[in-house]
């Protein structure tokens, strides 16, 4: 098994997780203004992308523009991973590539302090990647512990690059906000993943 290869049932079972279903636990959280480049961007770029409509469109023209951002904010003090393999454990599936991750470390010449997970949806349907996202986030838990560089909590978005699901570890308990926050409220996306890895979230 690997990461992909997850359902949310999977994962619950698996690694004995309680799984909460919220509506909007992120929609308080305060947008970040976007810099002027970002939005001539995402404006050049979203109608494009849409048009294309292909994952990889969606991956290249929106989401690397959007975490780049964040990168951005965080003045290079995070690291940004796409593509990685991020191997934690085999003999229990937490094995794969991870579309991207996103580190509290600067150190990007291997992945350190991982805290959020993301994973781009296929055929558009963000529900059906739940279940990787959620093992990328066990994993990433598991691989901070045994690091010695525990956080608190680690977090995971599900986006098709126009809409973005977020959610929650804590413990065992992983919480998924079934709000759909949409590319239209770029600042609102930024100010979610901003919280996250300040553990503000």
Not at 35 to 57: F, G, M, Q, R, Y
Not at 153 to 175: C, D, E, H, M, R
């Amino acid at each position: 098994m690997a990461y992909s290869n997850f359902t949310l049932r999977d994962v619950k079972k698996a690694f004995q997780l309680e799984i909460r279903e919220e509506m909007g636990s992120f929609a308080s959280t305060e947008p970040v203004p976007i810099s002027d480049s970002l939005a001539t961007t995402l404006a050049e770029n979203i109608p494009l992308a849409v048009s294309i409509n292909t994952e990889k469109a969606r991956s290249e023209l929106i989401v690397v523009n959007i975490l780049l951002e964040i990168r951005k904010i965080f003045q290079k003090q995070v690291s940004l991973f796409s593509g990685v393999e991020f191997t934690v454990d085999k003999d229990r599936g937490l094995t794969g590539y991870c579309d991207f991750l996103l580190s509290q470390s600067p150190e990007q010449l291997f992945v350190s302090a991982p805290v959020i997970a993301i994973v781009e949806a296929k055929n558009d349907n963000m529900m059906s990647e739940l279940g990787q996202c959620a093992s990328e986030m066990v994993a990433a838990q598991i691989f901070n512990q045994r690091e010695e560089h525990p956080i608190p909590n680690i977090y995971g978005t599900v986006t098709t690059g126009t809409g973005w699901i977020f959610l929650k570890l804590a413990g065992a308990q992983v919480s998924v906000d079934l709000k759909e926050y949409s590319i239209d409220q770029p600042g609102k996306i930024i100010g979610i993943l901003s919280s996250m890895l300040r553990q503000e979230a």
